[in-house]
């Protein structure tokens, strides 16, 4: 019996903004009134009945999702306007909120000359499970967390070939120190005083242990761990029970008025703190600014006696206790930060070098004694949280830190502070809260105020947090409230313009605008990747990358950083800011540098997150997947170009004439950041290459064992080896630039000099050609006859997930030409364009080595080196041995 057919649904006309908020619609085309007066995207789709023939293949590549919507598409002015309001279909529903519009959303048809991916690619997304919880696990020494799916650690471990590479230097490293080590008559640990551990067999002629290359390093980490602990407010504080409010007597507290006797005794003359304040006004606060420095200063004066020539006597009163407490903690905070910045500049003439640095550490221990004191997570208020947060931003730029990328600490402790901004309802229009103007008086500056903590505050989650992929959970339902104030049709823009904020102050609202709105997308971006459900749809992924490029090409195009300077920017000079001179153009220009920077950072993250899943996808099905992995390979290898570019070009001050060197201590921590995760990507690109060549000197060694003959290499395979060496020479060089920019930032700070020897190491292996050797030797048990300690293989397995006992796996997929068997001719012709198409960067100081050590190692002086390290750094050596609260200096 033949079936009856069944009836085909009416296709709606009611576009789909109307349907989900179950209101009437006019059904006009392109755009219905309703949405044009909302200014949301109108769209409009038309079901059509699914039969079985249409019902996807697999999982992975679900065709109900590869036919992309049709609608039209806002140009970027516009998406600027509506404040980049795209939003992944999954987390859609939960936006309306106070009865605004949801967010619209964006089809790969509508993004104005975007191709979201190569024309070769299949038209059909992929539903992708990018991270696996166990690569996210960090452990070592004492410390356990997971980290985001940027961190160092977690890229690293994304990858088969740095994570063999990076078990392989920790475990050797290890290994080293425990082989070269015994027992002395009194149950000490002394030196074996033997050259086992050089390891200078034929094989590794030209390998020297890691440890030669990190003493200076671990020193230099020694020195500033005591020195910390040094810093640690005593227990009495930490652990007070005082509760000061607002009319408390701070006489009649002994540990408040030690205190500030202490502050009085330690604070300079007048000159040098006006020195001090303007050098903040004018070097930080442009680009970290949450302060409203009028009212600040006029705080000032009622806590500071003025009436001794020359000097500062703190006057704090029986009135207003609390507030006058706060701003001194917040002065302090600044005299810090301005000192830290005097500490890297040889021109300061007033404060210098160490000294500048001994006092910022005096001045930022009694600030954080203060903050204690003050109990500031109890009495909540605007001012807390902005000592707080510019107590962080002292600790982010801070020369002395050891801190390579945010770590656990760092993002903990932003979101702690994002958590108070929601407790102090920062994510709403000031406006809002009429019983702020209505009964507590609040003025135009203090609703001014509270706009700049919630800006600021984004600014430095995007820096720190965000760059990382870290998230809070929801962070676009607060970041878009902000922007939709239900009461009024003003921008936030509208509302900077009507405080009439003085002088330069009011030129910052139009720059925080549109920094709100890259993060905005930046955040949409970062949530469509999914990493706790670990089901990312490409395509949507894909989306938010397109938006981003595009926002990025628009509206803070490169090109501004070397064109001619434009005249009409005049320098304001500030005279109720101690003179500091301020100019908007420099300011555009040092934003433009930062974002950009951020922004490549983050394609470099996704497209080589991407190039690794697809290429442990190729092992599976290369037909189907090595499409996808050539389009990311290009991709990431284009995002680093362009990154390398910036970060090198302003090394080499290039941007002098748009960005002043006076910035340089708000903006140097990026770039410090930035060379890291560089380094991090060259690496693996050396070890791809390095394996490559390993893995054709295999297939082409047993097609000659089977056939019985000793035949040369094909001509396709010199040809791949050319392009290999071409590259690999191009990698090397940039290698070598990037530890030049190092070697001068690590003259003042120490994280990056810290860091650069590791890299240095990689970078003199792949100079020798003892890439695989070194990580094979590792995996393959190779230590003439001596078994890895079981100590060592448990902290390799805890900290890198890989297993010492299981190695034969880690060898088959270093070693199997399989596995890089999509890496083919095509895809390095074009790694080879990409990277020719970049001007070659020009470093010409001898730079990969101390000079000391380089001589040592052209002279082939290598016996004595590895004794000389131990003996010198015994103490550290046992602390890691008897495992203790010893371990290598963490570089992931």
């Known amino acids: 019996m033949s079936r009856r057919g069944v009836k085909k649904p009416r296709p709606s006309k009611v576009c789909l903004t109307c349907r989900r908020r179950k209101v009437k619609c006019d059904q006009q085309h392109p755009s219905c009134m309703r949405c044009i007066k909302s200014s949301t995207l109108c769209t409009y789709t038309y079901s059509t009945p699914v039969s079985d023939d249409s019902l996807p293949d697999s999982l992975d590549t679900p065709k109900s999702m590869s036919q992309p919507k049709k609608s039209v598409m806002p140009t970027t002015d516009q998406l600027m306007t509506i404040g ?69 650690h977690t890229i690293v471990q994304s990858d088969h070939f740095s994570r063999a590479f990076a078990g392989a230097a920790h475990g050797t490293a290890l290994f080293e120190l425990q082989d070269s080590v015994i027992l002395n008559s009194e149950g000490k640990l002394v030196p074996r005083l033997t050259n086992s551990t050089t390891t200078t067999t034929a094989a590794t002629a030209k390998e020297v242990s890691l440890l030669v290359f990190l003493e200076n390093a671990i020193k230099t980490s020694i020195q500033f761990q005591k020195l910390s602990t040094e810093n640690v407010p005593p227990v009495n504080f930490i652990y007070s029970s005082y509760d000061i409010n607002s009319n408390v007597n701070p006489l009649s507290l002994p540990i408040l008025k030690t205190l500030l006797t202490e502050i009085e005794i330690l604070l300079m003359d007048r000159e040098t703190i006006d ?16 302060l409203e420095i009028n009212d600040f200063e006029d705080e000032l004066k009622e806590i500071f006696d003025l009436s001794i020539p020359n000097r500062l006597q703190i006057n704090i009163g029986d009135e207003n206790v609390r507030k006058k407490l706060e701003t001194l903690t917040l002065f302090l905070i600044i005299i810090t930060i301005s000192l830290k910045c005097y500490s890297i500049d040889p021109q300061r003439k007033t404060i210098q070098g160490k000294d500048a640095l001994q006092y910022a550490r005096q001045f930022s221990l009694l600030s954080h004694k203060l903050l204690y ?3 500031v997570f109890k009495y909540t208020n605007e001012l807390s949280l902005c000592c707080l947060l510019y107590f962080y931003i002292a600790e982010y730029l801070n020369p002395e830190s050891l801190k390579n990328h945010a770590n656990n600490e760092t993002l903990l ?58 998230m809070f959970g929801s962070e676009d339902i607060y970041l878009n409230l902000f922007m939709r104030d239900a009461s009024s049709d003003k921008t936030p823009m509208d509302m900077f313009e009507d405080n009439n904020a003085p002088g330069f102050d009011s030129t910052l609202s139009q720059i925080l605008l549109d920094q709100y709105k890259f993060h905005i997308s930046m955040v949409h971006l970062i949530q469509s990747l999914q990493y706790f459900t670990g089901n990312a749809n490409l395509s949507t992924v894909l989306e938010n990358v397109e938006i981003l490029k595009s926002i990025l090409d628009k509206k803070f195009p490169l090109s501004k950083l070397k064109s001619n300077s434009p005249t009409g920017f005049l320098n304001n000079n500030e005279s109720s800011w101690r003179g500091a001179t301020l100019n908007a153009y420099h300011l555009q220009n040092a934003t433009l540098l930062r974002i950009n920077i951020l922004g490549y950072s983050t394609l470099l993250n996704i497209y080589q997150t991407l190039l690794f899943h697809f290429e442990e996808l190729c092992k599976k099905d290369a037909i189907k997947y090595s499409p996808y992995y050539h389009d990311f390979t290009s991709k990431a290898i284009s995002s680093y170009c362009q990154l390398f570019t910036i970060v090198s070009e302003y090394q080499q001050e290039k941007y002098k004439s748009h960005i002043p060197t006076n910035f340089k201590f708000a903006i140097n921590r990026l770039i410090c950041f930035t060379i890291v995760k560089l380094w991090i990507f060259q690496s693996s690109c050396l070890l791809r290459i390095a394996f490559k060549k390993l893995q054709l000197n295999i297939t082409s060694n047993d097609s000659n064992n089977r056939v019985g003959n000793n035949n040369p290499p094909t001509l396709q395979d010199n040809t791949i080896n050319n392009i290999l060496n071409s590259i690999n020479d191009t990698f090397t060089s940039n290698m070598r630039v990037l530890n030049g920019f190092a070697n001068d930032l690590g003259q003042s700070y120490i994280s990056i000099s810290v860091a650069c ?53 880690v060898m088959h997929n270093l070693n199997n030409p399989e596995t890089l068997a999509s890496y083919n001719q095509p895809i390095l012709n074009e790694i080879l364009t990409i990277l020719s198409n970049y001007n070659p960067i020009v470093f010409n100081k001898r730079d990969e080595l101390e000079p000391q050590l380089e001589y040592n190692l052209s002279q082939g002086v290598t016996e004595d080196l590895m004794n000389q390290f131990l003996e010198n750094n015994l103490e550290w050596v046992t602390d890691v041995i008897n495992e203790s609260l010893g371990e290598l200096p963490n570089f992931y």
């Open 373 to 375: 004191l003050l109990n």
């Open 413 to 470: 402790s932003i979101k702690c502070l994002y958590q108070m901004a929601l407790t102090l309802g920062l994510y709403n229009e000031p406006t809002k809260y009429d019983r702020l103007i209505s009964s507590n008086g609040i003025t135009t500056s203090g609703l001014n105020f509270r706009r700049k903590l919630w800006f600021g505050l984004q600014m430095i989650i995007m820096q720190t947090s965000l760059s990382e992929g870290d």
């Open 275 to 290: 020195s001090l304040l303007k050098t903040f006004y004018q070097d930080i606060y442009p680009l970290f600014p949450i």
């Open 757 to 809: 020897s590791m890299f240095k190491y990689i970078h003199y292996l792949a100079k020798n050609n003892a890439l695989t050797t070194y990580t094979n030797r590792f995996w393959s048990n190779g230590f003439e006859g001596k078994s890895i300690p079981v100590s060592v293989q448990r902290k390799i397995a805890m900290k890198w997930g890989l297993n010492i006992k299981n190695s034969h796996k």
């Open 84 to 152: 980049y309001t795209h939003t992944p279909s999954s987390i859609t529903d939960h936006h309306d909120f106070n009865n605004n519009l949801p967010p619209s959303e964006v089809s790969p048809s509508e993004l104005p000359n975007a191709n979201l991916t190569n024309s070769n690619l299949p038209n059909s997304p992929l539903i992708l499970s990018l991270w696996h919880p166990s690569d996210t696990m960090v452990a070592y020494g004492t410390i356990t967390f997971i980290e985001p799916p940027f961190g160092l």
